[in-house]
């Protein structure tokens, strides 16, 4: 096995803006649709070392993902391994999937495997429901994932489009709350009602002639309309499982407030908290989450951000 001196990984985070079919009524489950960004995103350095050595943010999660990368690979887990930053946890921006990916992806490359994405997501037990995690990884901007057949192992990317490069995603945390997540998230999904294949049918039909198309031809209105149909949908769907459309009673109010300043894919990645819309343009996006931090600065829990999408995926350097 060839083995470099220090690989570094990027890893960005992503928007997961919703599933398409929730009771599997072609025998599909799931399927899903986000977007890679560039900001939150982890980033991490693996060299060889005496004992096995990790730190910075997420240490936790990087040490149980190394632990059971290096088992399943049977190689030593001799390595220090240092996080420059990490995608908050459990906020609905895929910090489980990115940091495996990104482990995997550096004793991959460390170790000389020849493993691919899949490959490493696979003995992460990543992807169980969303490829969307492991898609943007793969290339970043948009993906849709085609959900779960019976013999799938990892969902299948069957779209990928650029980002326009104009468009912005406002991000609004909540820094007290996680969304569901592990036993929670299995209990949740087990309890859920069918979702009506009448509904699935018209969210694939927008999806497929209007809001794919929509980011093909640069039009982030009809886009926005269907993110935010979609949202509405699936918020509804899981309300009674998280508490609401929104997980988080403030957000949602600033949400309302973002729509009516001409925001656009007005949703909730994930499971939240963190809620999410879209504008046209740097500077308005810009001057516009500006005027949402004095507005609603008495949401002490609440912080409000812009960010860019990220059209080309994780990256894995080696010296």
Known sequence: MDQYSKVSVFAPARLHMGFIDLSGSLDRHFGSIGIALNEHATRLSLTSGEKRVITGPSAER??????????????????????????????GLGSGTQMSLAIGSALNAYYGLGLGVRDIAALMDRGLRSGIGIGIFERGGLVVDGGRGEKTITPPVIVHLDIPTSWRFILVLDKRGQGLH???????????????????????????????????????????????????????????AQGGVFTSPEVAVAMKWLAQQGAVAIGQT??????????????????????????????????????????????????
């Open 62 to 91: 990087a040490d149980k993902c190394l632990t059971l990368m290096c088992q399943a690979l049977n190689v030593s887990d001799k390595l220090t391994v240092n996080i420059e930053t990490a995608i908050p946890e459990h906020i």
């Open 182 to 240: 592990g036993q929670q998230e299995i209990e949740a999904f087990k309890v859920l009602l069918p979702f009506p294949r009448h509904e699935v049918e018209r969210l694939c039909y927008l999806l497929m002639m209007k809001g794919l198309p929509a980011v093909a031809e640069n039009n982030i209105v009809d886009f926005g309309n269907v993110i935010s149909q979609l949202q509405c949908s699936v918020g509804e769907h899981f309300a009674a």
């Open 270 to 319: 994930s499971w939240g908290p963190t809620g999410f819309c879209a504008i046209d343009g740097v500077s308005l996006a810009e001057s516009i989450t500006e005027e949402a931090v004095q507005k609603f600065s008495y949401f002490d829990n609440l912080s409000f951000v812009t960010a860019s999408a990220c059209n080309s995926g994780g990256d894995v350097f080696v010296t």
